[in-house]
């Protein structure tokens, strides 16, 4: 669970977030305690495993930084050594900087910089929190967990380009790297336990200094037969051959880059070593990657800015992939410009659906859907477009986000029985495990949409605002303030009173939007009194914006 604090902004020019720690057991017991050693490999030696990639100017990195001395540090000012019974880094030796540890069970605040997205692993079981002064602003985070491998996922704060690994002290450390080389994310593991000192790229620090903290990062107590062979059959098995990548130092020979990669080069000569393949994933969309590394008088030196390119390979004709492809890119999914899409492509397209759509092991229907309503878009019409889509729009238990669309765009009469069938599957018991909640907004949406020129058509629709608003799960309630207005004013304004008070939060800001349109002056009291209230920001600035129009 993350939340926006902003207290710290005016320290180091940003916003942060807070991370609450996960819950999970910790059981020292576990701990390698075979061997105890001391911190013997300098950190300038493992830095210097780094030097690869081409220098040039990253574009990821921290927001502007602190005027405060201690986030100014480089890595040749003054540090001095944090060590306890678990791990052990280098940290600025300055009187108003701080280490404190924490288990999951005290629920500590934890700052980082800028918004954490994507799939990277912030459970711990013990953290290190390093801050700043009495305020404690957010310097870095160290988290441990008990884990024999390095966290696979994926921060969208900038690419790794290499990710680089160093045996020292009897664990294995894993540099990974931004494409101008600077350090983003420092792993430690020591085969059973892992350290991650979290993003560079979510810090106010200096690059120098979180290379010195994520250098000298070591376990206190490993596996003594814990070598370089060992992990780098570890390496192997898990990363395959272009995790030799990581392997890989200045001054090497080319026989020795050849051994440690393990495969036979693409193209070789007395300057370089090419390797190149291809990657397919399930949609069949697939790249071509290559690498070449650079020699010189037969020793390997610091990569080119073209060490590494890939380009992008169309998937089999007619494929869901190359069709989805085919409209996203303008019709020439590989060319410099979007060029339209030909007659003989939407003939390719159109015959690829209906071979879909009809087949008895139906999948993607909502990607094909969606291949449907470009297709429709574009102008083309076919007599067997109609049967399909009617005969899908029966099928509850497929995923409908298009198919309203394409039943209007087709002009059918099952439209409006279209979306009281569905509302009725997402009301009902039948959908008890929530499928297809991305869809309920759009439905109930299309349903306040329509002109209800029949009576009894708008006593059906109210009816299922009426059930939705009380319903047990928080999307449907949410989808169904949303669309209050279908009842009578009356009865809106008791939906509305009693949504605005609801546990969730997002029925509350559904509510928030809904307010100037059902209630009246007469409220603004009442309503006030509520928006005093209220904690979350988002829904206090929607009830604040709705309460101004009602004046």
């Known amino acids: 669970m993350i939340r926006e604090v902003m207290d710290f902004g005016r320290l180091v ?60 540090y480089t890595a040749e000012g003054e540090w001095r050594r944090f060590t306890d019974d678990l791990v052990s880094f280098d940290v600025p030796a300055h009187k108003d900087f701080h280490v404190e540890m924490f288990s999951p069970d005290e629920k500590p605040e934890l700052r980082i910089s800028g918004s954490a997205v994507g799939t990277t692993d912030h459970s711990f079981q013990r953290v290190y929190r390093m801050t700043v002064g009495e305020e404690k602003a957010p310097y870095g985070l ?77 376990f206190t107590k490993v596996a003594p037969e814990y070598g370089k062979a060992h992990w780098q059959r570890m390496v192997k098995e898990r990363r395959g051959w272009k995790g030799a990548l990581g392997w890989l130092r200045k001054g090497m020979s080319q026989a020795q880059v050849a051994e440690l990669i393990g495969r036979e080069p693409t193209e070789e000569d007395a300057h370089s070593l090419k390797y190149q393949w291809v990657e397919r994933s399930e949609d069949q969309r697939g790249t071509q990657q290559t690498i070449t590394l650079p020699f010189r008088e037969g020793r390997l030196v610091q990569w080119s800015d073209e060490w590494y390119q890939w380009k992008k390979l169309q998937a089999p004709e007619g494929t869901l992939a190359w069709c989805e492809d085919i409209f996203d890119e303008g019709g020439d999914p590989f060319g410099d410009e979007k060029v339209p899409v030909s007659e003989e492509q939407k003939e390719i397209i159109l015959e ?116 939705g608003v009380v319903h047990k799960t928080q999307t449907i309630r949410k989808a169904a303030v949303y669309v209050v207005s279908l ?47 209220e904690e979350d920001s988002s829904v206090r600035r929607a009830l604040a914006d709705s309460i101004q129009n009602l004046k």
């Open 13 to 72: 020019g940003t916003s942060f977030l807070v991370l609450v720690a996960s819950s999970v057991g910790w059981g020292d017991d576990s701990l390698r305690n075979d061997v105890r050693r001391e911190h013997t490999t300098p950190w300038q030696r493992v830095f210097e495993a780094t030097g690869l990639l081409p220098e040039e100017k990253d574009h990821y990195g921290p927001y502007e930084f602190a005027e405060n001395e201690v986030f100014q």
């Open 142 to 218: 160290l988290l441990v967990t008990e884990a024999e491998w390095f966290d696979e996922g994926i921060c969208l704060c900038g690419p790794i380009a290499l990710r680089t690994f160093v045996n020292t002290d009897g664990g294995l450390l894993e540099l990974s790297q931004l494409p101008g080389g600077n350090l983003k994310k420092v792993q430690v593991i020591n085969g059973t336990h892992r350290a991650i000192l979290f993003e560079w790229t979510h810090s106010a620090i200096r690059q120098e200094a979180y290379a010195r903290i994520g250098c000298s990062l070591r």
């Open 352 to 467: 690829s659906f209906l071979s879909a759509a009809t087949a008895r092991d139906l999948v993607n229907w909502d990607s094909w859907s969606h291949v449907l309503e470009d297709l429709l878009e574009e102008g083309v019409r076919d007599p067997r477009i109609l049967p399909v889509v009617e005969r899908r729009s029966e099928q509850m238990e497929l995923a409908h986000p298009r198919t309203f669309s394409l039943l209007e765009i087709l002009e059918s009469e099952k439209r409006v029985p279209f979306v009281f069938k569905r509302m009725e599957y997402f009301l009902s018991e039948e959908n008890e495990d929530g499928k297809f909640e991305f869809e309920i907004h759009n439905v109930f949406v299309n349903m306040s949409n329509e002109s209800w020129d029949d009576p009894e058509l708008k006593t059906r629709a109210a009816e299922f605002v009426r059930r």
């Open 487 to 533: 009842l009578p004013k009356e009865e809106a304004l008791l939906v509305i009173q009693e949504a605005l008070v609801d546990p969730d939060k997002g029925v509350r800001f559904s509510a928030a939007l809904k307010v100037d349109r059902v209630c009246s002056e007469s409220d603004l009291d009442w309503l006030q009194k509520l928006l005093e209230g």
